[in-house]
């Protein structure tokens, strides 16, 4: 199929899913707590690409040069600590938006931002940029990592910031130059702490930069090994992970027969830009995982509090029995000793029966009493302890989404109150379960078919 042919479907599969995720997933996503914000408010403006890596190792130039316009200020000293997206207005033009308007406006998907304070958002910006290749992308470009600076000199949390910003991306670059090939802390914390709890690993590439620096063949190996050495020891991985190399065409340096490995690798420069440019075809797929992973997810915690109802009816029930059990056998004890006992020989039959059921009754009362009161707070409170027993974690899959659920789980149940009955909780598991069976599924197969 062309391209123009494909268009239309492209955009209907769009358009479905992200009905399904506002129609279908949020409601119930925010009603039993599992999100706080509107899921597809993290999904619904442009696609992102996000650029990071050690202070100059060309983020800038890179983008700079990408876009075929000097945007971003760019210098060998941490010149620019700014978080800044880039893209075209939809009306065309160019202009600024301060951080404070982004993290406030709707249309963003930068809201949740704001919980990292003042510093940050003075440190955050948008740049609108006359360019038609920002008409369906965004860029980040961000301040580099350092050594020197401590997170609290930032101000800010800065992995945090980042792994925020991770998590909207569909295409995270990570830079890195010859100079410095891996050997940053902040980087190290950032693979090998945020990033991976962040995003999925298909939306990252690695990508040595700079590379005409770079003495010679040998010189260039050598930094390739060093590289591949510290991001298998970061990323905690047995395999060495694909690595793009690249350069800026502006800023190299002359080609003398030292560099002349450059015009070698032209066609992984290209393919960085290219990968840039399928960045909107990348968040269609993600649109699908997203709704996957959210469905799968919330149907695992739906599943959690039906199995949470279901066993403190089991609960009630057992102990209910054990109170009829216990009660009858009171009864019979009271009206055997009614019955042969000398001090009582003269009252009538069916008064000493009267007295043993009432004593069997009001016993029965007693204990359902203290079991609706006591028993409710007490299997709760059991329950609480042990959340992790309430579903079957038998794979990597269901440990994962555990890992996601625990918290908003626990929240929902310590508030149970908030919670609609058992059928309808049963009911929406049901719904959401199809969703994930069914509905990720189809659209998931006819992404595939539309996309090769
Ligand atoms: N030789 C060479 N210099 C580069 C290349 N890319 C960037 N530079 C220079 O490296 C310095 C840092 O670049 P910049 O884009 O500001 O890095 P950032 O801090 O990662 O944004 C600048 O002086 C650039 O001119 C490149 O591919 N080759
Ligand atoms: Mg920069």
């Not at 000097?70 to 620019?80: F, H, I, M, R």
């Amino acid at each position: 199929m062309q391209r123009e042919e494909k268009e239309p479907y492209t955009h209907a599969i769009r358009e479905e899913l992200l009905y399904l995720i506002e129609q279908e997933l949020t409601p119930i996503a925010c009603k039993y707590r599992y999100s706080d914000v509107a899921l597809e408010s993290k999904i619904k403006w442009k696609p992102l690409v996000l650029i990071l890596g050690n202070y100059s190792s060309g983020k800038s130039t890179l983008i700079n040069e990408f876009l075929g316009q000097s945007v971003q200020e760019t210098g060998q000293a941490p010149t620019d600590d700014c978080f800044t997206v880039l893209t075209a207005a939809s009306a065309g033009g160019v202009g600024e938006l301060e951080g404070q308007s982004l993290v406030q406006d709707d249309q963003f998907p930068f809201t949740h931002l704001k919980q990292h304070g003042e510093k940050f958002v003075s440190h955050f910006r948008l740049k609108y940029v006359d360019s038609p290749l920002l008409k369906d992308i965004a860029i980040i470009d961000t301040p580099g990592m350092v050594d020197s600076v401590a997170e609290k000199d930032r101000g800010y949390q800065y992995q945090q910031v980042i792994g925020d910003f991770a998590q909207l991306a569909d295409l995270i670059l990570i830079l890195f130059d010859p100079h410095k090939a891996g050997t940053i802390q902040e980087s190290y914390a950032s693979l090998r702490f945020t990033l991976p709890y962040k995003t999925f690993e298909d939306r990252i590439v690695f990508v040595l930069n700079r590379m005409d620096e770079c003495t010679g063949l040998e010189d260039l190996l050598r930094v390739y090994g060093t590289l591949c050495w510290n991001l298998s020891q970061m990323l905690g991985r047995k395999d060495i992970p694909k690595i793009l190399f690249s350069y800026s065409e502006r800023k190299k340096k002359e080609e003398t027969n030292e560099n002349g490995f450059l015009s070698l690798v032209e066609n992984q420069r290209l393919a960085l830009h290219r990968a840039i440019l399928k960045t909107p075809k990348k968040r269609l797929e993600h649109l699908a995982a997203f709704l996957e992973h959210h469905a799968y997810n919330l149907s695992h915690m739906l599943e959690a509090i039906v199995a949470y109802y279901r066993g403190r009816r089991l609960f009630l029930v057992a102990y209910g029995l054990l109170g009829g059990v216990v009660s009858t056998a009171l009864a019979t004890g009271v009206w055997l000793y009614l019955h042969y006992a000398s001090t009582y020989q003269n009252m009538p039959d069916e008064l000493q029966v009267i007295i043993a059921i009432s004593s069997g009754i009001c016993a029965l009362g007693v204990w359902l009493l203290a079991l609706y009161k006591g028993g409710f707070y007490f299997y709760k409170r059991k329950t609480l302890q042990n959340l992790a027993s309430l579903t079957p974690l038998q794979d990597q899959a269901r440990r994962d989404s555990w890992q996601y659920i625990e918290s908003p789980l626990r929240r929902c149940l310590e508030n149970e109150r908030d919670l609609p009955s058992y059928k309808t909780i049963r009911r929406e598991y049901q719904r959401i379960r199809t969703l994930y069976n069914k509905g990720a599924k189809e659209i998931r197969s006819s992404l595939r078919s539309l996309l090769t």
